[in-house]
């Protein structure tokens, strides 16, 4: 027979493991979810900048870096804002 005590810290520890486990699935989705939703997130910073959206603006609503905002908005094509216009 066993102690109750062997019992109820058998059960404790059943519990974390499946909270534990539970916990890995939901950062799982979460990360999936993320991934799923960056390239339409990125596109929509684009288009913003293009609407006339400050940097400063798009960064306070997605929480990005301005670093990362900067990337996206050259893959976007977008230039630099203090760069010259380009030659014709």
């Known amino acids: 027979m066993t102690s109750d ?3 109820e810290l058998a059960a404790q520890y059943r519990a974390a493991k ?5 916990a890995r699935r939901a950062v799982a989705g979460a ?7 960056q390239p339409e997130l990125a596109a929509e910073i684009v288009a913003e900048a293009g609407r006339g959206t400050r940097p ?3 960064i306070a609503a997605t929480g990005y870096t301005a670093e990362r905002v900067r990337q996206i908005l050259r ?3 977008v230039p630099p804002a203090d760069s010259p216009p380009p030659a014709d």
């Open 5 to 7: 005590r062997l019992t």
């Open 31 to 37: 990360l999936a979810d993320m991934r799923r939703i």
């Open 56 to 58: 400063k603006e798009i």
């Open 18 to 22: 499946r909270r534990h486990q539970n």
């Open 75 to 77: 893959d976007g094509g």
